[in-house]
């Protein structure tokens, strides 16, 4: 079976388990029969659940109509969320839900959905209204208010066991700051599931309560999935067993796994305040965005946001403020600039906050890194004015392998290193395709029993590692992201191994740069050849 179309998550050993699933869009058949293979194997599931568009093109009306007429049947109960374009809202007589064909049910435009066994769902269709009025595939701040209202109105009321949406929460992947946060922020879902991104990606779970100054509470867990038989075998398949919230052991409960973080929807309030309720909640003017789109085309400050500040320069993540002066090292550092043991000859490119050198016994001659000057021991570890001039360093490099015909491939190793190394290798166009550079990074990793998650492009990596998080990183020439959080015994040579292989730059005797180690002399020379190849991209030669 393969890991990375269908995954199992449990929390408690107990049955009946559930499926999740991401955008379908018109594979009916294909899902069905994935479904039954798996039921097959694994036994009877007692629902599947589908967040995304479950229609798509009129070339897949065909497969729909065997089902609606009867000429074929869903093998689980299938409750699906509404359109989440104008080209789909035609597949949904009744905006309030009904049954579509038998076993398929349309949930409706957003409500609450409780099962037999007293499992609650929660549930909203469609992608967010932009403008008034809304158009029928989107919903409104009322919709928002006539879903949570009743809710919070029951003193009982402690969260929800699963939220199904199309589009992903504004935030998901970030700490405090998102300036919106009423569905996930009051629903607290045990698990939330979305789609419409065409990836997978889980987030770590995160708390429902303030440690220290509130009664502890559940954890959360947000899960994108991935488009129906997709051709790079993204996960579209979640399977998981949760036992309903009112069954459960108050105790067993509120059990905070070890890899828990912050509520990423949560406004972080000084001096121990407690925070305001949202305004949809007190009749105040609703915010616009309780969603964020990955897919959004229009820059931030194109958008009207009717008096309203901007609350970020773009999409970035609002970084905590931290002060200018790094943390020292313990010992001798050999990549802090000011420390006697930097080898200066081979700097590239020096700015306010970061540099650029090569890489000692690198797998090319221009293979380069970048480097945080003060101490700083992850890029999750940096100060928001590093993060912004790391960015700079980052986008020089990409334009400079690009006017060369190379891929600019980039990753870091988080684990038995003191010091941040961002290691950037390119990689000719003509060797490979992006395809096979991520292909080659995960069947070494899945041989060498690690599993690469990809994450998406916007993905803030301190929200997914937290600061002491041991971890490997890759970034891909499209903007692509893969991560594995290191448990232990991480090989060090990964990152050079997989790209040194046959697959890629085919110089597997370069993989351990011990072994590919110059005279002083060659490195001053290849530093001198770069420096001056790098200059009309060097944005701190410029200032």
Same mark, same amino acid.
């Given at each position: @079976?393969?890991?990375?179309?269908? &995954?199992?998550?449990?929390?408690?050993?107990?049955?009946?388990? $559930?499926?999740? +699933?991401?955008?379908?869009?018109?594979? =009916?058949?294909?899902?069905?029969?994935?479904?039954?293979?798996?039921?097959?194997?694994?036994?009877?599931?007692?629902?599947?659940? +589908?967040?995304?568009?479950?229609?798509?093109?009129?070339?897949?009306?065909?497969?729909?109509?065997?089902?609606?007429?009867?000429?074929?049947?869903?093998?689980?109960?299938?409750?699906?969320?509404?359109?989440?374009?104008?080209?789909?809202?035609?597949?949904?007589?009744?905006?309030?839900? *009904?049954?579509?064909?038998?076993?398929?049910?349309?949930?409706?435009?957003?409500?609450?959905?409780?099962?037999?066994?007293?499992?609650?769902?929660?549930?909203?269709?469609?992608?967010?209204?932009?403008?008034?009025?809304?158009?029928?595939? &989107?919903?409104?701040?009322?919709?928002? %208010?006539?879903?949570?209202?009743?809710?919070?109105?029951?003193?009982?009321?402690?969260?929800?066991?699963?939220?199904?949406?199309?589009?992903?929460?504004?935030?998901?992947?970030?700490?405090?700051?998102?300036?919106?946060?009423?569905?996930?922020?009051?629903?607290?879902?045990?698990?939330?599931?979305?789609?419409?991104?065409?990836?997978?990606?889980?987030?770590?779970?995160?708390?429902?309560?303030?440690?220290?100054?509130?009664?502890?509470?559940?954890?959360?867990?947000?899960?994108?999935?991935?488009?129906?038989?997709?051709?790079?075998? !993204?996960?579209?398949?979640?399977?998981?067993? =949760?036992?309903?919230?009112?069954?459960?052991?108050?105790?067993?409960?509120?059990?905070?796994?070890?890899?828990? %973080?912050?509520?990423?929807?949560?406004?972080?309030?000084?001096?121990?305040?407690?925070?305001?309720?949202?305004?949809?909640?007190?009749?105040?003017?609703?915010?616009?965005?309780?969603?964020?789109?990955?897919?959004?085309?229009?820059?931030?400050?194109?958008?009207?946001?009717?008096?309203?500040?901007?609350?970020?320069?773009?999409?970035?993540?609002?970084?905590?403020?931290?002060? $200018?002066?790094?943390?020292?090292?313990?010992?001798? *550092?050999?990549?802090?600039?000011?420390?006697?043991?930097?080898?200066? /000859?081979?700097?590239?490119?020096?700015? %306010?906050? &970061?540099? @650029?050198?090569?890489?000692?016994?690198?797998?090319?001659?221009?293979?380069?890194?970048?480097?945080?000057?003060? /101490?700083?021991?992850?890029?999750?570890?940096?100060?928001?004015?590093?993060?912004?001039?790391?960015?700079?360093?980052?986008?020089?490099?990409?334009?400079?392998?690009?006017?060369?015909?190379?891929? &600019?491939?980039?990753?870091?190793?988080?684990?038995?290193?003191?010091?941040?190394?961002?290691?950037?290798?390119?990689?000719?166009?003509?060797?490979?395709?992006?395809?096979? =550079?991520?292909?080659?990074?995960?069947?070494?990793?899945?041989?060498?029993?690690?599993?690469? @998650?990809?994450?998406?492009?916007? %993905?803030?990596?301190?929200? =997914?590692?937290?600061?002491?998080?041991?971890?490997?990183?890759?970034?891909?020439?499209?903007?692509?992201?893969?991560?594995?959080?290191? !448990?232990?015994?991480?090989?060090?040579?990964?990152?050079?191994?997989?790209?040194?292989?046959?697959?890629?730059?085919?110089?597997? @005797? $370069?993989?351990?740069?011990?072994?590919?180690?110059?005279?002083?002399?060659?490195?001053?020379?290849?530093?001198?050849?770069? $420096?001056?190849?790098?200059?009309?991209?060097?944005?701190?030669?410029?200032?």
């Amino acid at each position: @079976m393969n890991s990375r179309v269908f &995954c199992v998550h449990a929390d408690f050993v107990s049955f009946p388990l $559930r499926l999740a +699933c991401g955008d379908v869009e018109g594979r =009916i058949n294909a899902l069905f029969n994935r479904v039954n293979a798996i039921q097959k194997k694994s036994g009877q599931f007692d629902l599947l659940l +589908c967040v995304g568009e479950f229609f798509g093109t009129s070339e897949a009306e065909a497969e729909w109509e065997a089902y609606k007429s009867g000429a074929k049947k869903a093998p689980i109960h299938t409750y699906i969320l509404g359109a989440a374009s104008q080209e789909t809202v035609k597949y949904f007589p009744n905006s309030d839900g *009904c049954e579509l064909a038998e076993s398929i049910t349309y949930l409706g435009r957003r409500g609450i959905f409780t099962g037999a066994s007293g499992l609650q769902i929660a549930y909203v269709s469609g992608r967010e209204a932009q403008h008034e009025p809304a158009l029928s595939h &989107c919903f409104t701040s009322k919709d928002i %208010t006539a879903l949570v209202a009743p809710l919070l109105s029951n003193s009982k009321f402690r969260g929800v066991d699963i939220l199904l949406t199309s589009q992903w929460p504004r935030g998901v992947w970030q700490y405090g700051n998102s300036p919106v946060r009423v569905v996930y922020f009051l629903l607290k879902p045990r698990y939330h599931f979305a789609g419409l991104e065409a990836v997978h990606y889980e987030r770590l779970p995160y708390r429902n309560h303030v440690v220290l100054q509130e009664n502890a509470q559940h954890v959360s867990r947000f899960i994108a999935l991935a488009t129906v038989n997709n051709p790079a075998k !993204k996960k579209y398949l979640y399977a998981f067993n =949760i036992v309903p919230m009112k069954n459960m052991d108050p105790a067993e409960l509120v059990k905070q796994p070890q890899d828990v %973080t912050e509520n990423p929807y949560r406004k972080p309030m000084k001096d121990g305040k407690k925070e305001k309720p949202p305004p949809s909640m007190t009749g105040e003017e609703p915010v616009s965005q309780f969603f964020f789109d990955l897919g959004q085309k229009k820059p931030q400050h194109q958008q009207h946001h009717h008096g309203r500040k901007r609350q970020t320069d773009g999409d970035r993540p609002n970084y905590p403020k931290q002060p $200018r002066r790094p943390p020292q090292p313990t010992g001798p *550092c050999w990549f802090c600039l000011a420390s006697p043991e930097v080898e200066k /000859h081979l700097v590239i490119s020096i700015g %306010t906050h &970061c540099y @650029m050198a090569l890489a000692k016994g690198g797998l090319t001659p221009d293979h380069v890194l970048l480097l945080p000057i003060g /101490h700083y021991q992850s890029v999750v570890d940096l100060a928001s004015e590093v993060v912004e001039e790391m960015e700079k360093y980052k986008s020089a490099v990409k334009k400079f392998c690009k006017s060369r015909a190379q891929r &600019c491939i980039m990753f870091e190793r988080n684990y038995r290193s003191q010091h941040l190394q961002l290691q950037v290798v390119p990689v000719p166009m003509e060797k490979c395709s992006t395809e096979d =550079i991520k292909e080659a990074f995960m069947t070494q990793a899945e041989e060498q029993q690690m599993e690469l @998650m990809e994450i998406p492009a916007h %993905t803030d990596l301190k929200q =997914i590692a937290p600061p002491g998080t041991p971890y490997f990183y890759v970034e891909l020439d499209t903007g692509e992201k893969l991560f594995y959080r290191i !448990k232990k015994n991480f090989p060090l040579q990964f990152g050079r191994e997989v790209l040194a292989s046959e697959a890629l730059l085919n110089i597997p @005797m $370069r993989a351990d740069w011990r072994e590919c180690k110059c005279t002083k002399e060659e490195e001053e020379d290849q530093a001198k050849q770069m $420096r001056s190849d790098f200059e009309p991209f060097d944005f701190a030669h410029e200032d």
